[in-house]
């Protein structure tokens, strides 16, 4: 009377440790995406801003080689900086344009086609550009920074991601959101006479991605 069950038991037993048998296979996934970035500056003291809206476009490289881990590079190109509330007094606007290389861990979990992928990094950031809009009146509500250029060329900090993604036959169709924080400040404090002690910049990207999977 036990001995069908005992059979179907073995079976199935079976078929689980052949399944955990199996090789895990690398994978690599190449692709791009596509962002509006959402960017404020941290100043100390306190600058009031509104969040300056812009874009930014990237190129993808990933590389799953243990299972759920993996890395990821990326090279994007897009807009930062701040634009400032200043009431009546006027207004006051920083463009930056940044060429940005994060590197970072990946680590994805998920079914076969609905999986949700999480990344944590450094990047690095080069700036390409800059571009100031004054329009304020009367210089005596004007910041120490105005007219001030950048201090640095390129920048480096963390970021952290995290996505959802479609996978099919024809790649993977993904949405995301990243926040990154700067670590130096925008400014140099070498200038004794320069009044604000922090100026770094942040961004979240949120955007959409493909993927396709070559090796």
């Known amino acids: 009377m036990l001995r069908k069950p005992l059979i179907v ?11 955990a048998q199996q090789p895990f296979k690398t994978s690599t996934y190449v692709g791009f995406h596509v962002d509006k970035t959402l960017n404020y500056v941290y100043f100390k003291p306190t600058v009031n801003q509104d969040i300056l809206q812009d ?3 990237g190129l993808i490289l990933r590389h799953i080689s243990e299972p759920h881990i993996g890395i990821q590079l990326e090279v994007n ?3 930062r900086g701040w634009i400032e509330n200043r009431d009546s007094a006027g207004t006051y606007r920083r463009d930056l344009t940044y060429l940005d290389i994060p590197v970072t861990a990946i680590f994805v979990a998920g079914s076969k086609h609905l999986r949700m992928a999480f990344n944590l990094g450094p ?4 700036l390409r550009g800059e571009k100031e809009t004054v329009s304020i009146a009367d210089t005596a509500y004007s910041y ?4 001030k250029p950048i201090g ?7 970021i952290a991601g995290l996505s959802f993604e479609w996978h099919t036959r024809f790649g993977a169709f993904g949405i995301h959101g990243t926040y990154y924080f700067f670590l130096p400040n925008l ?8 009044y ?5 910049p942040q961004s979240i990207d949120v955007g959409i991605s493909y993927i396709i999977k070559i090796f």
């Open 144 to 147: 120490d920074y105005y007219g």
């Open 123 to 126: 990047d690095v950031s080069f």
């Open 77 to 79: 190109y897009g807009g």
């Open 187 to 194: 400014f140099s404090l070498r200038d004794e006479v320069f």
């Open 9 to 19: 038991f073995l079976i199935l037993l079976n078929t689980l440790s052949l399944a």
């Open 196 to 200: 604000y002690e922090t100026s770094k």
């Open 55 to 57: 874009k930014a476009i």
């Open 152 to 158: 640095y060329n390129w920048n480096f900090g963390l």
